[in-house]
């Protein structure tokens, strides 16, 4: 009988880092046959559609770009979060508080100075969202509250406050549907290429690849927070002030995700509705897997699922195959992902019992 | 009048509230056995929408519901099964092994139903479960109606609760899997084989999700929506720490929240002026609040989400 042995290996050099994640890819890809085929979809015309969707012209290309913004921002959002080991499942939330405050505050800064709305907006976007993360932080730091339930809990307990104040006093005045009014003009942000949605909130999202990148790699506080993603105790020891560091991680973290809700808000939906995230924040778990907590992975790994959410519409309207395939895909990068990355540290070793 | 009013509230509540409770019993108990040998199992809110998704659509094609009963559980195996190859066997990180299950679980759910049903304007239904009143229990005054005119799901997850506590501490199984989660080395030296008891738990535990998730669409509701669970998984999920990993405990927890879910449904029906939403987060706010009440003297399994690898000084 043959049995395996997980082992041990060298560390793998820099190059794997990026081979691996493209692995993945490849592998996922291979994989997302199984779904298609079952769903009766004609396997090369389905990858050609897939591609050609996302890919294919000029309008769908900058779809694609359009879509990566808020996947980017999550998945940021969740990096910075894991690589601190604080469990940041919460993203969806802290995105719907940033949509939420952009909302309330898109419908009523007419009296203010236009070319102070949207900073104010976007300012207030961020800092809600990362007050939203805040609290599972200091739950998880005061009170030994486990972060993955209170983020996932504060997600529905989010969608419900929408929800109330979509009924309520954010409700479009005569509209009996959850939907508020349009927010200025003001607050929308700038199209920056004609006959398309391509807006300032995607340079916004590759502005905070490098501002993570950054405070990753050149402040003390990316240190800091690494070192208790690494080891707490270790860190707490080393005279690192832990809860603080937590704290200030979530808030960034969070932050990140609330401006995700901002984007959707003043560059796509213009109103706020309950349907305003397709999951962007569970999605975001995913890019920052792929792409290795990186912020320039992540950058990759938010394209690359741009790509197939985007294409999958096209896909599903020349083959049938449901749209849904791109969450089937998801789920399944995530895990071949994991596994991947298992080779970086082990080696499986067959042997004869 | 006024007392027959509050009679028939009170009854109706009580009903509700072992009907809320039930999906979340199940669950609650599946993930306490998974917990109980090292595994957390976050993979559950997938789990439950798989079971909920392919109870429906085959009590919709056979016309049993028991069958769909049983393809749910047999779902929740294989997911279970999926989790415990990836976190058992290749000892991955359990936080992401079971948020990557319930990504693709949730994905395949909406895909499955999407590809047998397309998009139709009226959802597709099935005859659900009928209620069943228990002879002469049901007869006892102000309680009696409501405990026990209940679905025959609700029935067996009651009878589960003393059932898997009898099997945590009054079993040799149930102190092998103890032992598992407590300290695996010591497992394996005395010859219990922790790779196989972590996966068969994980593997009971996905079917009492799956089941869970099927009494949402079998017998709570006649139809499959795609927020069907709605956050019960992550519920049940506080529910072993808040119950401290005891099946008695653990369902107490259940028996709040269904209680809270029952009275937000009561309470909106009355009409009171304010939104129903704020009613919906009720359950989920107290949760939280719960887990504050409890954190900080939780006895957590003390080997959960430690991988366990044999050979790993071998190299």
Redesign the interface.
């Known amino acids: 009988m043959i049995s395996f042995r997980i082992v041990k290996r060298e560390p793998l050099p820099g190059w794997a880092k990026v081979v691996i994640p493209i692995a993945a890819i490849i592998v996922t890809l291979i994989l997302s046959a199984i779904p298609i085929l079952i769903a009766g979809g004609h396997l090369w015309k389905s990858y050609y559609y897939l591609f050609y969707g996302a890919l294919g012209t000029r309008f769908n290309l900058l779809e694609t770009f359009v879509k990566s913004s808020p996947l980017l921002l999550t998945g940021l959002a969740v990096a910075f979060a894991f690589r601190a080991k604080f469990w940041n499942i919460g993203a969806e939330g802290q995105l719907l508080a940033g949509a939420l405050t952009a909302t309330a505050l898109g419908v009523s800064l007419g009296g203010v100075p236009q070319p102070l709305v949207l900073p104010i907006i976007i300012i207030a976007g961020f800092v809600a969202g990362g007050i939203w993360a805040s609290i599972p932080a200091l739950l998880k730091t005061k009170l030994k509250v486990d972060d993955v339930v209170s983020t996932l809990l504060l997600n529905y307990v989010m969608i419900h406050i929408m929800g109330a104040l979509l009924f309520g006093p954010l409700q479009q005045p005569g509209s009996s549907w959850p939907r508020s009014s349009a927010i200025i003009k003001a607050a929308c942000y700038p199209i920056l290429l004609a006959r398309s949605r391509f807006h300032m909130g995607i340079l916004l999202s590759l502005f905070a690849v490098f501002v993570i990148w950054f405070i990753n790699k050149k402040t003390t506080f990316g240190y800091r927070s690494k070192a208790v993603g690494v080891n707490v105790r270790a860190a707490h020891f080393g005279g690192i002030n832990t809860t603080s560091v937590i704290l200030w991680t979530a808030l960034i973290s969070g932050g990140l995700a609330g401006l995700a809700g901002v984007g959707e808000l003043c560059a796509i939906q213009y109103r706020l509705i309950m349907d305003i995230s397709p999951g962007y924040g569970y999605s975001g778990i995913v890019i920052a897997m792929l792409g290795n907590l990186h912020p320039v992975g992540v950058l990759f790994s938010s394209l690359f699922f741009s790509v197939i959410i985007v294409g999958a519409q096209t896909m599903s309207r020349m083959t049938g195959v449901p749209t849904y395939i791109a969450e089937v895909i998801q789920g399944m990068a995530l895990m071949v992902m994991l596994i991947f990355l298992l080779f970086t540290e082990y080696k499986i070793r067959l042997m004869r019992k | 009048m006024g007392e027959m009013l509050n009679i028939a509230f009170i009854s109706g509540l009580i009903g509700a509230t072992m009907r809320m409770a039930t999906p979340i019993i199940f669950a609650t108990l599946g993930e306490i056995l998974a917990e109980r040998s090292g595994v957390l199992n976050?993979g559950i809110e997938?789990i439950m929408l798989m079971g909920a998704m392919t109870g429906f659509l085959v009590t919709f094609a056979s016309g049993s519901i028991w069958l769909g009963v049983l393809a749910a559980a047999v779902v929740g195996m294989l997911l279970g099964l999926l989790m415990a190859f990836?976190a058992v066997n290749?000892?991955?990180?359990q936080?992401?092994?079971g948020?990557?299950?319930?990504?693709?679980?949730?994905?395949?759910a909406?895909?499955i139903y999407?590809?047998h049903f397309g998009s139709p304007t009226v959802p597709p239904i099935i005859q659900p479960f009928k209620q069943i009143t228990l002879p002469v229990l049901s007869k006892i005054p102000l309680i009696g109606p409501g405990l026990f005119t209940q679905y025959s799901l609700t029935y067996i997850a009651w009878l589960l609760i003393p059932v898997m506590s009898i099997l945590l501490y009054k079993t040799k199984i149930g102190l092998k899997i103890r032992t598992v989660g407590e300290n695996p080395v010591v497992a394996d030296t005395v010859g219990v084989n922790v790779i196989l008891t972590r996966t068969l738990c994980l593997v009971a535990g996905g079917a009492l999700m799956g089941i869970g998730g099927s009494f949402l669409t079998l017998a709570h509701q006649n139809m499959f929506l795609i927020d069907v669970i709605?956050?019960r998984g992550?519920?049940a999920?506080?529910m072993v720490?808040f119950g401290n990993w005891d099946p008695f405990k653990g369902t107490l927890g259940a028996l709040i929240f269904g209680f809270l879910d029952g009275l937000q449904l009561r309470l909106q029906g009355m009409g009171i002026a304010i939104?129903f939403?704020?009613f919906?987060?009720i359950p989920?706010?107290l949760?939280?609040i719960a887990?504050?009440g409890v954190?900080?003297r939780?006895a957590v399994p003390a080997s959960l989400l430690k991988p366990y690898?044999r050979?790993?000084k071998?190299?």
């Open positions: 976050l997938g990836l290749l000892g991955l990180s936080h992401v092994s948020l990557g299950i319930t990504l693709f679980a949730t994905g395949l909406m895909f999407r590809l709605g956050g992550w519920v999920i506080a720490i939104s939403h704020v919906l987060m989920y706010l949760t939280i887990l504050i954190s900080r939780a690898r050979e790993e071998g190299g």
